[in-house]
């Protein structure tokens, strides 16, 4: 994951979202020249038990293995799964980044909130080890479902409630305790479209809806993050569509 930074032109949601291209999020934005807003959050889409770095690599559309919070993870525990094709290792996800980066600073923070999750949960923390130089000055842990489909083969209901209920929370505790004057930028990848297994239309309609219909403040600003031009577009035209 890598790549410089690049916005689309055009703002969304009445203004105070912005579309961007970047192959890594967790990295600082090389068009970040100026005074960076005091509060800089990033929605890093993890699991309900936090695990990060833990696993030695994830099944695309999952499920995670079951294990106690805290115990070692290992390949021979899978089941028999051997890793390959599907599968999605920490260094390709941003939760694997966030980890990398946060070290055991942040895996220090992580192990002090109980889990398992519910999903659609989300856990904040400081920007540990790396984060800070990422440009970051606070995480923001979702617990993202698996994509699942009803017996019609549509996105089940419940599964993409719980998508969107990640956006809602993650603006919430963007925004809390800030005063007046204050100054936040959340940056928001297209959450469930990578290692959860959603296909990328219903990730990003699911975005859209959810922020669309979110209580956003005026200090907020967003910074929506595709790590191709393809989602980069796709999830504008959602936005706009929605939003």
């Known amino acids: 994951m890598g790549g410089r930074w690049r916005q689309l032109p055009g703002r969304v949601l009445g203004g105070r979202g912005e579309v961007w291209i970047s192959g890594n999020i967790v990295s600082r934005c090389d068009a970040d020249t100026g005074a960076l807003p005091q509060r800089r959050c ?65 895996r220090a923070r992580l192990d002090a909130h109980p889990t398992p999750l519910e999903y659609g949960d989300v856990v904040p923390t400081e920007a540990a080890g790396g984060l800070w130089d990422a440009g970051y000055t ?31 929370h993650a603006v919430a505790l963007a925004s809390e305790g800030v005063g007046p004057d204050g100054d936040v930028m959340l940056s928001i990848p297209l959450i469930g479209a990578g290692t959860c297994g959603f296909p990328e239309r219903v990730a990003a309609a ?27 577009e796709l999830w504008l035209a959602e936005l706009v569509t929605h939003g």
């Open 138 to 168: 606070s995480i923001l842990h979702a617990a993202v479902p698996f994509y699942a489909e009803t017996a019609d083969g549509l996105p089940c209901p419940s599964v993409v409630a719980a998508l969107q209920r990640c956006y809602l």
């Open 42 to 106: 990033l929605l890093n889409p993890a699991n309900r038990s936090l695990a990060g770095t833990a696993l030695p690599y994830v099944r695309r559309g999952g499920p995670l293995p079951a294990a106690a919070v805290g115990q070692r993870f290992e390949s021979s525990r899978w089941g028999g799964m051997d890793a390959g094709e599907g599968n999605v290792y920490p260094v390709q996800s941003v939760d694997g980044q966030v980890h990398l980066k946060g070290g055991n600073a942040l």
């Open 206 to 232: 699911a975005a859209a809806r959810a922020l669309s219909g979110a209580a956003l403040q005026d200090h907020l600003r967003l910074r929506l993050v595709a790590d191709t031009e393809a989602k980069a």
